[in-house]
Nanobody, 114 residues
Framework: VQLQASGGGLVQPGGSLRLSCAVS????????VAWFRQAPGKERNFVAS???????YYADSVKGRFTISRDDAKNTVYLQMNSLKPEDTALYYC?????????WGQGTLVTVSS
């Protein structure tokens, strides 16, 4: 199982980015795919997830600003991030699992700064 996260970068406050997580070895229509993030010196925290059924879940801190979606044909999950804030700066990881998250990607860095 492999996960390839991409799409991070430097963006100004209020800007947008779209992260991608390409999954191989597990179908996104069978497992839950989630995004977590880890800011420097802090613990890794849940951001959003999408279940095999397509049901999304969000951390309170990103509700209304972030949208998780997927392309079943590409076996890829996306995280559209709008109205970005400096506190969204972190390394963003995607992960896949059922009950527990067993496989993780390498992370993509998002920096929100003017």
């Amino acid at each position: 199982v492999q996960l390839q996260a991409s799409g991070g970068g430097l963006v100004q406050p209020g800007g947008s980015l779209r992260l991608s997580c390409a999954v191989s070895g597990r179908s996104v229509t069978t497992y839950t795919v989630a995004w977590f993030r880890q800011a420097p010196g802090k613990e890794r925290n849940f951001v959003a997830s999408i279940r095999w059924s397509g049901t999304p879940y969000y951390a309170d801190s990103v509700k209304g600003r972030f949208t998780i979606s997927r392309d079943d044909a590409k076996n890829t999950v996306y995280l559209q991030m709008n109205s970005l804030k400096p506190e969204d700066t972190a390394l963003y990881y995607c992960t896949v699992g059922a009950g527990t998250f067993d496989y993780w990607g390498q992370g993509t860095l998002v920096t929100v700064s003017s």
